[in-house]
């Protein structure tokens, strides 16, 4: 499997980007990303605030305090995800030490030994693939669900979703609401909040399965749903590491969790979609959604969350003219099947009025149906009844395309 690696070099000497881009270039799968730093600029200064590469090879002076300063500023900034690399002058053992103690991964001397860094970056790339391969194989566990474009129907699909695996199913399930400023599972289950998700993210040091259970609230689906507030919270100090906390405790304690991310793309909301498999990106037939959701496709794989997992949605599909539309949107976005659920606003909105499943509406809907579907896919991913062949699950349930 070709896992994508993306690298991003902060470097100060032309000739140390030239032994880079010689060297790492060759190798399959790597994006390298040479960003020069001028002469006094902090390295850092190259990097966007949000930017969580897979490496940052990060060349640096040879100021002993200023580099140590520099280093421990961009471990901080990248909430300790991206393997850092360290290539300087004249660093004494002790300064050696310290950058390896505070998480660098290695530290090299100038003239650059070129081999042994594309050592290492290549087994930075089996730990990735390691890591993609133990969400592969759990495929179900943990799924996203994040719209292209507002409003193509991520909460309506994830509620709905994680209701018929809880109620039809039977899995032990929780709804995990991300959208912290507007999120609206709760209300759309007519579930009233007390707790919610801000009490864990804001607090990721007490995040256990424990705390995590008393934040839960109980539908009568058996559906247990950890809602967000839904009032413009302010998102910026939340870490990638509250959310890793958060599902990785919601994953102990449940056999399904279905994540609802919001439309923001920042270390906290990625790093949920890092971990899921699969991340359902729900989009519609229009030509910015469609734009947009292609333009997602490519993207999120250099921010770490894995091609291989991404699958499209493509909501509010028209029934007459659907074979064409899923044709052209598969040639469009290069991809061999796309998941199909049938417009129905008219049962999408009762069933959001009332704070009710889609299938207490309109149990014949074709919308339902199609989402019965999907959660029947997920369900069948989870239990290893993995359906291998798109042509095979087409023939079992036509309407995915
Ligand atoms: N398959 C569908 N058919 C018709 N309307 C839908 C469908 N799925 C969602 N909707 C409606 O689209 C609107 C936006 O849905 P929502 O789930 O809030 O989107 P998002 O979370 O992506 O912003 C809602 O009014 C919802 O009822
Ligand atoms: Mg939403």
């Not at 970056?121 to 179900?140: D, L, Y």
């Not at 995040?207 to 058996?222: K, T």
């Not at 794989?301 to 029934?319: C, F, K, M, T, Y």
Request: aromatic share 4%; with cysteine.
């Amino acid at each position: 499997m070709l896992v994508t690696l993306n690298v991003v070099a902060l470097v100060q000497e032309d000739a140390t980007a030239d032994q880079l881009t010689e060297a790492l270039a060759r190798v399959q799968g790597i994006h390298l990303g040479i960003r020069h730093v001028a002469t006094g600029e902090r390295p850092r200064n190259q990097l966007a605030s949000d930017e969580q590469p897979d490496i940052i090879l990060l060349e640096l002076g040879g100021n002993e305090a200023e580099d140590l300063h520099e280093v421990e500023q961009i471990l901080h900034q990248t909430g300790g995800r991206v393997v850092v690399f360290v290539i300087c002058g004249q660093s004494d053992s002790f300064t050696v030490r310290r950058m390896l103690g505070l998480g660098v991964r290695r530290v090299y001397a100038r003239p650059l030994e070129v081999q042994g860094l594309v050592l290492d970056v290549i087994e930075c790339m089996s730990e990735k693939r390691s890591r993609v391969q133990r969400a592969r194989s759990h495929k179900g566990a943990l799924t996203a669900f994040v719209n292209a474009k507002g409003g193509s129907g991520a909460t309506t699909l994830a509620t709905n979703v994680a209701c018929t695996l809880a109620a039809r199913h039977k899995h032990k399930v929780a709804l995990i609401d991300l959208d912290v400023q507007f999120g609206a599972a709760a209300l759309g289950l007519d579930l009233r909040v007390g707790s919610d998700i801000t009490n864990a993210l804001f607090q990721p040091e007490r995040i256990d399965p424990l705390f995590l259970q008393a934040l839960m609230i109980e539908h009568a689906s058996g559906l247990h749903v950890l809602p967000a507030p839904g009032d413009l919270t302010e998102v910026d100090t939340i870490r990638p590491g509250a959310t890793s906390a958060l599902l990785q405790a919601a994953l102990d304690l449940y056999e399904v969790v279905i994540v609802d991310v919001p439309r923001l793309f920042v270390p906290w909301t990625l790093e949920a979609l890092r971990m899921a498999h699969p991340v359902l990106l729900v989009s519609q037939k229009s030509l910015v959604t469609i734009r947009d959701t292609k333009l997602l496709l490519e993207r999120l794989p250099l921010n770490g969350v894995p091609r291989e997992q991404i699958e499209v949605v493509n909501n509010r599909a028209q029934s007459r003219i659907a074979s064409l539309d899923i044709q052209a949107m598969k040639r469009t976005l290069k991809l061999e099947c796309i998941h199909r659920i049938t417009n129905d606003y008219a049962t999408a909105v009762a069933a959001q009025d009332r704070g009710v499943p889609v299938d207490q509406v309109n149990r014949r809907s074709a919308m339902t149906q199609d989402i019965e579907r999907l959660a029947a896919y997920l369900h069948s991913s989870l239990s290893g009844e993995q359906v291998r062949s798109p042509g095979l699950w087409d023939r079992l349930f036509r309407r995915r395309a």
